[in-house]
């Protein structure tokens, strides 16, 4: 009797996920699915899995049992770890982006902030000079970088910025899919604030679907549509982000929940 | 009149789990159907479970036993149980709610606040803004405040925010918790006006008003709900 249709395929679907690191658990039974346009948050403590699962899920680490699926922007659905590593890096490269916590691994340090912005379009064949630093500056306008700095090298960058540079960077190519793993960790309040409000936009403006890594419930709140919340490898806890968060049913998530310090 | 919003058997109750495993029910079997044009107050003791009813209904919080049915892209749905991406479905297009407090990202602008579920529903940003800006007169928010986050504002500034959002797309189903409170007697008239045409075109209202003026003046109907012997 449910009026809202539900068979729209997802973009990702995640099925019995586990990786081992020898005999620790990383994580196991990890299931879910992402539909376009959707932001799922991950969250739990330092070692719940979290970065494990986004890992795996991104196709950054081999999982010891279970599958992703991705489906294309054919309709097809792709095993990520199933197909060749080339195959896995094209799709890396045109469909995905990986925004690390600290831009210094997300950026190339010693090119300047138009290079680093740039590259990822060359990447998928862009070759005219001159449309590749129009778009570069674009990006920077739209990370809140001024054009004044697009010779800089991201070494004369604060952190903030370095992080913006890095989202620029992420998402000029046009991936269908973003990962992040504690996008604003690191960062002054301030700044945190500002990279939220500018990440959020972002993703609603170009409809990305999103999975978002961070032990931060606030964070959490603001950019996600639905919560997963991870102990000891495994998944305790599912739904909307603000039923997870205002009504917990896990004793582990009640826990995390009651924790945070209210300003 | 056309039923938009059916609550059956609707019982809520709270394990904390790090706290002994304490069970605290806070309601149980409401019952309530709302056609559209009418504006349901919620009455009853504070600490009875009316806030803690708007928020089943919204899906904040998890409904244990009953139904929670909304009438959403003429058929119905039970919120109780739904999917969640159902549930957000729902929220941005049939189910508004004014809550008591602003919660929003730091750094967006006013305007922007306001404007957001109508660009969430595909309006073109300039158009929603405009219609946001014309709420916001209303209201009698200066205009010089527009531009700035609403973080900063006062209790009552950031109250006629709260609702300009609320009223910004004309939900068929509305939830209002405390819209008057706060407010002086100009603005508590225009939020009443906002919920008179509400009701004109149809809405179906579901709203707690401890200002029993502005109860007396806008609702069609009472709905008590009796607190639950915690002792149980």
Redesign the interface.
Known sequence: ????Q?DDAPLLAVEGLEKRYGRRVGCTQVDFRL?PG?VLGVVGESGSGKTTVLNCVAGRLAPDAGRVLYTDRTGAARDVHGVSEPERRMLMRTDWAFVHQNARDGLRMAVSAGANVGEPLMAVGARHYADIRAAAGDWLEKTEIELGRIDDPPTTFSGGMQQRLQIARALVAGPRLVFMDEPTGGLDVSVQ??L??LL?GLV?ELGLAAVVVTHDLAVA??LS??LLVMRQGRVVET??T??VL??P???YT??LV?SVLQP | MTDMLRLTGVSKS?????QGGVRLPVLAGAHLRVAAGECVALTGPSGAGKSTLM?LIY????TDVGSIEVR???????LAG?????????RRRTLGYVSQFL?V????ATRDVVAEPRI?LGEAPADARATAESLLARLNLPSALWDLPPATFSGGEQQRVNIARGFAHPYPVLLLDEPTASLDGANRRVVLDLIEEAKDRGAAIVGIFHDADARGAVCTREYEIAPLDRAA
């Open positions: 009797m449910n009026a809202v539900d539909w959707e604030a500002r939220l409000d959020r609603t709140r603001l549509h639905r739904g909307l603000d039923q205002d009504d049913q896990h004793p009640q826990l009651s | 709270f394990t904390l789990h790090n928020r899906g904040n919080y998890l959403h892209d003429g058929g119905w749905i039970d739904a999917d969640p991406r159902a549930v957000l479905a729902v919660r990202v730091p750094r967006v969430a």
